[in-house]
């Protein structure tokens, strides 16, 4: 009899699991760091403009992304990088430029309509993730290999290098994890590393963030097929996205707690 | 009989597992305790023990299993046009609710089963009548019906494409798919930022005016949704604070009802 309740809920809590979708993962782990790290003072006004937590709106972007009137921010979600390959923020597509854009918006925020304020906290939420995310920078073609390239599995079939990164990557060996798990997890640094990691500015997170972002194609080359990758490779895949992510997640609270200090 | 129900409550993880409503109920009875008397605390606790979180979902599991499919009757809530309760016969929550809520209160003459059953009728028939999908308007044929409707698959740079999916599995675990990898606390944080303050709002009243409340928030939904009818990305976020706004009542108000029953 104990055997067969080991057994029922072995696989009651593997089936609950496996309904997870990672997209919204990574996404979701990185607004639940950055909720947990908020002072109380931006908790409140978060709260109170968008009438939820951050991970409520943690891939707010990508759900309207293709929808009016929203449709020009769908361009916003990498980070582009100029001739010299340097973060390009003279480039309105580039997530860092449009992070650094909002920071200054906002800083009026207590005379902006209510709406506005709303909708900016809408992309911070996302775009601070996603200039994070290792797979969403894209370099000049002669420079580097282009992000949207692809990958194969098994039966040959093609599969997106964007997917890998964005989506499995990080959940390697963790389909039983919740956000709130992956927050307890990973986000456990202490004051003085979450101020170290938040110093700087968006363009300095991107430009740092770059040596991941480099690695993705040395770890994911085109054509390798992404179900042999080694344990080892692996491995050097999600320690990638952890770093980025936790680093994601303090900085959102960073940048949220910036705006609505006292 | 506390082990059948919760051998059978894990059981049903296993069958709800593509859904992610046994999420959302887990959340809903985490906030209802979190806002229960110490006594009904106690008393929720001394008879479905002490793992909270497995004790929801457990009628459907056993329906699953051929039992209590007597249950399966209970669950909806039936309006009139002025969205007054229609109250024919027991077969409905309201009246399975009051029914339980008395077994508990005098549950020094009950027998422990009896009273195990009435506390989870209380929490699983409160939840299901504040699920859209159970709640029934005499002016609104549509309401009792799983009819297909059009479900908004986004643009990706071209016109909205649609897809077809049925209407009472958006309300059962639809909203859930942007949120799949939150934690039952995920939702309890979320439910009290968004409606905590409205807590004593939700909690005041019997089940009869609860039954009406829940016409209210459905009755504008069935003025424009029918057979086909297209579910925007827009009107999905609208809809989604409709599914999140009877969560939250549920929650309260199963609190509610625990705290007058052993009080």
Known sequence: MKKLIVLIISFAVISVNSAMAWGGFAHSAITEIAERNLTPQAREQIHHYLNHSLPFYAIWMDQYRYTDPYRPSGKWHSNWMDADGAVDMANEKCAAYQVTRIQKLMKNYKNMPKEEVRLNLLYLIHLVADMHCPGHNVWPKKSHPQYYYHLTNNKGKKESFHKVWDVDAIQYGRKKWTASYYADKMATLSPKEIKKICKGTPYKWAATSLPNAEKTFELTPKGSNKQKYSKQTREEMRRICDEEAVKAGYRLAYVMNQIFKK | ?263
């Open chain 2, 1 to 263: 009989m506390k082990k059948i129900f919760l051998a059978l409550a894990l059981l049903m993880g296993v069958y709800s597992a593509q859904a992610w409503n046994w999420v959302y109920d887990q959340a809903t009875l985490l906030l209802a305790y979190e806002n229960m008397t110490p006594k009904a605390q106690e008393e929720l606790k001394r008879y479905l023990g002490e793992n909270i979180r497995s004790q929801v979902q457990t009628f459907e599991a056993a329906r699953k299993k051929g039992d209590l499919l007597e249950t399966a009757d209970w669950r909806t809530i039936t309006l009139d046009s002025e969205l007054k309760p229609v109250l024919a016969d027991d077969k409905n929550a309201i009246v399975q609710i009051e029914n339980a809520v008395e077994v508990v209160k005098n549950r020094a003459s009950k027998s422990e089963d009896e009273v195990e059953f009435a506390i989870r009728k209380i929490i699983e028939l409160t939840i299901e009548m504040h699920n859209i999908a159970n709640v029934y308007l005499e002016d609104y044929p549509y309401s009792k019906e799983d009819f297909e409707y059009r479900h908004s698959q986004g643009g990706y740079g071209k016109k909205e494409k649609f897809k077809n999916r049925k209407w009472k599995s958006l309300w059962t675990y639809g909203f859930s798919v942007f949120h799949s990898a939150w934690s039952a606390e995920m939702h309890v944080r979320d439910l009290k930022v968004c409606h905590g303050r409205y807590k004593d709002q939700y909690m005041a009243g019997t089940v009869r005016d609860w039954a009406t409340d829940m016409g209210k928030l459905a009755k504008p939904l069935y003025e424009w949704a029918g057979p086909f009818c297209d579910l925007s990305r827009q009107s999905h976020a609208e809809e989604e604070e409709r599914f999140y706004a009877g969560v939250a009542r549920a929650s309260f108000r199963i609190a509610a009802l625990m705290n007058e029953a052993t009080k």
